[in-house]
Nanobody, 125 residues
Framework: VQLQASGGGLVQAGGSLRLSCVAS????????MGWFRQAPGREREFVAA????????YYVDSVKGRFTISRDNAKNMVYLQMTSLKPEDTAVYYC???????????????????WGQGTQVTVSS
């Protein structure tokens, strides 16, 4: 299984970025997916998750209303659209897949068995 994240970069506060993650080596349409981030000196934290069908999404409170997770099962892609970015959003962002197919995303913060390499997002003030 491989997850390849891209789309990070340097953006000014208030700006937008869209992260993408392409998956291979698994039946993508059956796996719930998530985005996590890790800022320097901090633990990795959950950001957003989407069910394998795309019908359910979850967000950490700090990004609700600003970030949107989506997926395209035909392209094996999951996205994180980020708007109204803040300096505190600066981190390395990782996409992740649940450990097993058809696993519920209601336990959205844990149970991810596959991880991408991360993409850096830097928001300047």
């Amino acid at each position: 299984v491989q997850l390849q994240a891209s789309g990070g970069g340097l953006v000014q506060a208030g700006g937008s970025l869209r992260l993408s993650c392409v998956a291979s080596g698994l039946t993508f349409r059956t796996y719930s997916m998530g985005w996590f981030r890790q800022a320097p000196g901090r633990e990795r934290e959950f950001v957003a998750a989407i069910s394998w069908s795309g019908g359910s999404t979850y967000y950490v409170d700090s990004v609700k209303g600003r970030f949107t997770i989506s997926r395209d099962n035909a392209k094996n892609m999951v996205y994180l659209q980020m708007t109204s970015l803040k300096p505190e959003d600066t981190a390395v962002y990782y996409c992740a897949a649940k450990s097993r197919p058809h696993e519920s995303v209601s336990d959205y913060g844990r149970g991810y068995g596959y991880w991408g390499q991360g993409t850096q997002v830097t928001v300047s003030s």
